[in-house]
């Protein structure tokens, strides 16, 4: 057997996939070719670096996020749907029965105007204590909502999946801003992501996205419109910062936690950048 | 309306692996309840299966997106089960599953991996410091095409045979050992680019 015919089947040799005639050619070739035999010592060492290789652990929730999806779609009304082939999510329009929005518009401090739905209202009083303890403990104000509306930490490519829709944030925050986290939550009316994001000084502010267009965010707690970044947007004044929301072409962001209508401009630009080239 | 079929009563049991620990063990019933949406069997197949199925995921699309494919696979892992022949060998079943959610999801991002060899052989960092061999190793190993990292982590790091590996992989059984073939050669050239010594 010539060398160029051996190198042909010398990894069936390796591996031990060859029949024993063709292994008895080929080992008789070895015995006689020094570059082969240099061949298969390397196949050895490659191999060896192939199996001891370390591969990243799973994330431990994992199975969380499986078993969330596994319970919803088993639902009559699901919330999530992850994307595979492509074809865009269609939220069910039962899902999208109220809105996450108009909790938050409720949410003045647990005080419910009367839309009788315990599930509402509930939401409310919790969207309310997030934001009055959002000044003092953000990430902790924001887990406990997440918490309780079995939020989700994924990836922007996982929320996607899950939501049908990119989260505008993400992709676009101005710089000096980070994104620390992405959540997904399955609230009573419908399904948000909730983006935390950090700026360089360590605070943190929060941007909830829906693909709906939805009414008034902050029900009859005092606001004012102002025009940012050329947007109408809604500001309610919090302790020592601002909630403000607004309308980017088919999204609709809130932002808990701002610092400032400058902060809000900027965040409005990045976001609308973002849309008109994404 | 599913329909199981229940060949024999066997446990779907694979070869060992390189460490000869038994590489999957699922009894048809839990298969069975699986299929049916018990939450318990499905935990079951999902930690059975979750450490090979994500090494091979992984392989195929990066770290970046080795969890998000992951979770995508074992939904339509589970979506599917009512299709699985029993007569299959379980673990296969699953893995070529994950090979073609990966292979899906790669054909959607159309990307690469792997930085430019040019750059890695000119960066200073890599040629004189004396690089720790597993990353060097990774560095090359980013350099094949994922179906040939698949293949050659199949082969090496899971131990499955070429008639397993031609399964998963959708090739014909007799092209399995010229893939290797391949995936060797290639490996080795970058890995001596780097300045490897065999």
């Known amino acids: 057997m010539d060398c160029l015919t051996a190198k042909n089947y010398l990894s069936g040799y390796y591996d031990d996939e060859l029949t024993v005639e063709m292994a008895t050619l080929v080992r008789a070739h070895i ?6 035999r240099q061949e298969l010592a390397a196949f050895g060492r490659m191999g060896a670096l192939v199996a001891s290789a370390e591969v990243p652990v799973t994330s431990n929730r994992l199975w969380a996020r499986i078993l969330i999806l596994l319970d919803d779609a088993s ?20 899902v999208v029965a109220a809105c996450l929005l108009l909790g938050l518009g409720i949410w003045r401090f647990g005080h419910w105007s009367g839309q009788g739905h315990n599930d509402h209202a509930e939401m409310a009083v919790n969207l309310g204590e997030m934001i009055s303890g959002f000044a003092s403990d953000p990430v902790a104000a924001i887990d406990r909502l997440s918490t309780h509306y079995q939020g989700v930490e994924v990836s922007l490519d996982a929320a996607e999946s899950l939501l049908g829709y990119r989260p505008a ?35 943190t502010f929060v941007v909830f ?16 419109s102002a025009k940012c970044g050329g947007r109408e947007c809604s500001v309610v004044e919090m302790p020592g910062q601002l909630a403000v929301t607004w309308k980017s072409g088919m999204r609709q962001l809130t932002a808990i936690g701002v610092e400032g209508l400058e902060e809000v401009a900027n965040l409005i630009a990045a976001v609308d950048s973002e849309n008109s080239t994404g | 309306m599913k329909h199981l079929m229940i060949q024999r009563q066997r446990t779907t049991v694979c070869r060992q692996d390189v460490n000869g620990e038994d590489m999957v063990s699922v009894e048809n019933t839990a298969i069975e309840r699986a299929a ?31 969890d998000d494919v992951t979770q995508d696979v074992f939904l339509d892992l589970f979506a599917n089960l009512h299709k699985f022949r029993f007569e299959a060998d379980f673990a296969t079943w699953a893995h070529r599953l994950a ?17 430019p060899l040019e750059a890695i052989e000119r960066d200073p960092e890599v040629r004189q410091a004396d690089p720790d061999l597993k990353e060097l190793f990774e560095v090359a190993f980013s350099r094949l095409d994922a179906e040939l990292r698949m293949i050659l982590d199949l082969k090496e790091a899971q131990g499955m045979s070429y008639s397993q590996i031609a399964a998963i992989a959708g090739i014909p059984e007799g092209t399995v050992g010229s893939q290797l ?6 490996l080795k050239c970058a890995l001596l680019a780097l300045g490897w010594e065999v």
């Open chain 1, 209 to 224: 996205e829906h693909n709906e267009e939805q009414p008034s965010w902050f029900g009859d707690a005092p606001s004012i």
């Open chain 1, 31 to 36: 015995d006689e070719c020094a570059d082969c």
């Open chain 1, 75 to 94: 639902r009559p009304n699901r919330a999530f749907t992850p994307v595979r082939t492509g074809i865009p999510f269609r939220v069910s329009a039962v």
């Open chain 1, 169 to 203: 944030i993400g992709n676009s925050l101005p710089t000096g801003y980070q994104l620390t986290s992405t959540r997904v939550l399955k609230m009573p009316c419908c399904t948000c992501s909730v983006s935390i994001c950090t700026r360089q000084d360590g605070s």
């Open chain 2, 181 to 186: 073939n391949r995936a060797r050669r290639e």
């Open chain 2, 36 to 66: 049916q949406g018990d939450r318990e069997s499905q935990r079951h197949i999902y930690e059975t299966l979750i450490s090979r199925v994500h090494r091979t995921v992984y392989r195929l699309v990066g770290a970046t997106e080795a």
């Open chain 2, 99 to 115: 090979v073609n959610g990966a292979l899906q999801h790669l054909r959607r991002v159309r990307r690469k991996v792997a930085l």
